[in-house]
Structure formats: C-alpha cells, structure tokens
C-alpha cells in the first residue's frame, strides 16, 4: 500500500492539514496538498492513496506547489472589487451599484476573510445561506418589519459569493466553482404588487405639488409612472436628452446599460416645461451660475444625491403607506398593459432584458378586463358576464 501521511500544523487561526506522500519511483517524500480542514484532507488523502495503489503518480496540475501560499476567500475578494472597480469605470455599473456591491461583501468576508477556498465547499454555502435567512427573517420581525423581505437580502449576499467564486476560477486559484449552481431563495412571497390606478396617481401628485419639493416632485413621479422611469434615470436625465420642439424624450439605464426614446406624456410635457420656467427665472432672479444641465437637480444644474427625504416626508405626511418610489415601474407596466399594449410593447418600453422581469412587473392579477370571461360564456354557450344572452345561446 501506498504510504500518504498528514501532518497537523498549528496555526494562529485553527490548524492545517498537510499532505505528503512517498514517491513510488524515486523513494522520496513528496507534498502534495494543505487543508484547514481535517474531514477534507482525509478524503484527500484517500483519494491520493488510491491512485498511487494503481500505480499511477498525480500530475502537476492535481498539486500545490509547497511554496505557493494557498489562496483565501479574501484574496480572490479582492479580485472581485477590482472587477467591480474596473465595470465602474466602463459605465458598466453605476456608483450605487458599485457601493451596494461592497456593502454586501463586508460581512461575508468578516465570516471568511481568512478561509482556505479549497476548505469551502457547496454544502457550507447552502448552511451559510439559511442560516443568514433566519437571521435576517428574525431581526426584521424583532423591529416589526415584514420578514418575507429576508430571502432578497440573502440573494443579494449569494450573489456576491458567486461573483468571488467566478473570479477565483478566472484567474485559475481554484478549479472548479462550487457555488454556480448554488440557487437562490425564493422571493415569491416578497414581490411588490403595489401599482396604483390612475385616480391614486392624481391623488399623489396633487399631494405633491403641495409640498416644498413641489418644483420637481410632481415632475418625478411623472417621469415614473408616465415612463417608468427608476429613480436612477431621473436623478441622471439632462436637458440635452429632449427634445420639447420634437417630443422626444430618451433615457440612459446605467443597471443594464439600456437606453430608450419615448413620445413625452402631455402631463410629463406640461411638468418639464413648468420645470425650465421655473429654473430660468430663478436663474435670472438670483444670479445663478450655471454649473450642469441635470433637469432633477439643483438650481446651478448640478444633480441631486437623492430624492428621498422628499419622497419620504410626502409618503408620511400624506398617508400613502408602504408605497416605494420604484413602485412607480410597477404602475407603469400593470397600467401599460391595461391600456392594450402587448408585454413586448411594454417590454421594450421600460427597458427591461426579459420578458420575464416585465411580467413581474406587471399585477393583473384579479382586474383582468371581462373579455376572456365573456368569450369563454359564449363558447358554452352561456349567457354573457353582464347578464345578457349571448350570440351561442340565441343559436
């Protein structure tokens, strides 16, 4: 039998497991891999045993070099951040992006940081997930949030550890990627289905023209539900993007690099040049110097960081309960499709990449028009959905 040994090493942070074996062919003592775990280098060493039982020897490409340090989760992190770093600098990405990114990766690499990749695999991972959910699931009910929510928050932290997975394999410090075929959570049971019917839409922006943010307020939502814009597109939308003489209007989607040209709404139409007239005579008024052409920005031109305490304060004052500004794409789509436009319509009109995020979008559920109901009366033969009879049943 083939002689394989392990060797316990201690370390600062737990042990390591070091593999050698004796060459068959020259006599000499060999190494052959290191694990920080001991269940895994057994396996290893095992399996190395078989082999060499078979009279065959591992290749270079099955080994570590003995003075080759073993990568960790947070060395192939860092390869990530670089890939993130470089996709921000492409526009690739936006900044909120590129921080969220960051953000998520900071307690994964505070569990990690210093783990051996080879020490990781798939059924750690799945552990690490459900164990993150219940966590997350019970500090939102302990702050009397909704803990249906936990399983987007855990996706977004799987995400991240699939991300350092692909790029350890890229840059070859591991071999295969255990977490690629690692599913995400369920968020059925979280999926927004607010999407406001159009007497809401006008109870909203006659509550927001009442506000102090009133000079783009109104203007916002109206880029929202009229063009489903993200608040991302009309924080980032320029003067120089329309055209008022021509109605067009085009918007940049930074989060998936799509850009999009639509007839402007008369409402949104009548808000942006409501929006010029005021920012002209401010200008004019106090010596303005312009600075930017954002037209959701301040009075010099420059962008806003963010419309939230606006939104925020008009959703409290005014009792609109858990309603989201990013429902406002969820309006957009349900309403789109009420009106008669197909799914691909609507499809290319958001900016969507799939059909498949549009139809999340959209919420027909239960206010369907009574036309497929009434059809299917008059195939049977039945009386309509209103009562009256139908064509079948007369014949």
Sequence with gaps: ?????????????????????????????EYHKTYRRKDLAQEEANRLRTLLDSGRLPTKETRQPKQQALPTFGQAALLCQAEWD??????????????????????????????????LDEDTIRDYRIRVAEQTKAKLLARCED????????????FVIKQVFAQAVKHGLIEKDIA???????????????????????????????????????????LAVEHGCSTQEVLSLRWPDMDLSENHITFHRTKNG????????????????????????????????????????????TPFKSIKTAWKGLCKDHDFNDLHFHDHRHTYCTNMLKAGCTLKETNVMIGHKTLRMTDRYSHLEGVLEDGPQDRLATRYGMTGTDGTPSEAADT
């Design 147 to 158: 803990g249906k929510n936990c399983n987007v928050l855990v996706n977004r932290r799987l």
């Design 1 to 29: 039998m083939a002689t394989v040994t392990i060797a316990t090493r201690s370390l600062k942070k737990g042990k390591a497991y070091v593999i050698n074996f004796t060459n068959p062919d020259t006599g000499r003592k």
């Design 180 to 222: 690629r075929d690692i599913p995400y959570l369920s968020e059925k049971a979280s999926e927004r289905k607010k999407a406001q019917q159009p007497l809401e839409i006008e109870k909203l922006l006659a509550a927001a023209r009442q506000r102090r943010a009133k000079h783009y307020l109104p203007l916002a939502i109206l």
């Design 258 to 301: 799509i850009t999009r040209t639509h007839r402007i709404m008369p409402r949104t139409r009548e808000a942006l040049v409501a929006r010029l007239e005021h920012v002209t005579r401010h200008r004019e008024k106090r010596g303005v110097k312009v600075k930017g052409d954002y037209v959701v920005g301040n009075m010099d031109g």
């Design 86 to 119: 470089r996709k921000l600098g492409e526009g690739k990405i936006g900044e909120a992006s590129h921080a969220g990114y960051g953000y998520l990766m900071t307690p994964v690499l505070k569990k990690w940081k210093h783990t051996l990749l080879h020490d």
